[in-house]
Nanobody, 118 residues
Framework: QVQLVESGGGLVQAGGSLRLSCAASGRTFSANGMGWFRQAPGKEREFVASVGWSGGISYYADSVKGRFTISRDNAKNTVYLQMNSLKPEDTAVYYC???????????WGRGTQVTVSS
């Protein structure tokens, strides 16, 4: 099992930026894929972005393409989500996830709140 702890959430105005971090511990060698999901109030959890082990393969939801960038530092067992040009509709709890591939996740963090004011 991989333990995941998110940080970096907060309140930001529309158009602003935030960088989320997710530190992994435990069986980190099994975290070939890492990703971010989000859940807004009253909505289902949705995929945001994911990245493979080497960082060479990444996936993004259409709603964040061109604005968000996912990256990882394997030496630090950390994955990042740089969020630029934030919109009020980006407001959600953001969850970090890890798994055997960039499209298959089995471990989850507890989430960090991101609020974008208009």
């Amino acid at each position: 099992q991989v333990q995941l702890v998110e940080s970096g959430g907060g309140l930001v105005q529309a158009g602003g930026s935030l960088r989320l971090s997710c530190a992994a511990s435990g069986r980190t060698f099994s975290a070939n894929g890492m990703g971010w999901f989000r859940q807004a109030p009253g909505k289902e959890r949705e995929f945001v972005a994911s990245v493979g082990w080497s960082g060479g393969i990444s996936y993004y939801a259409d709603s964040v393409k061109g604005r968000f960038t996912i990256s990882r530092d394997n030496a630090k067992n950390t994955v990042y989500l740089q969020m630029n040009s934030l919109k009020p509709e980006d407001t959600a709890v953001y969850y970090c996830a890890a798994g055997p591939t960039a499209t298959n996740f089995v471990d989850w963090g507890r989430g960090t709140q991101v609020t974008v004011s208009s």
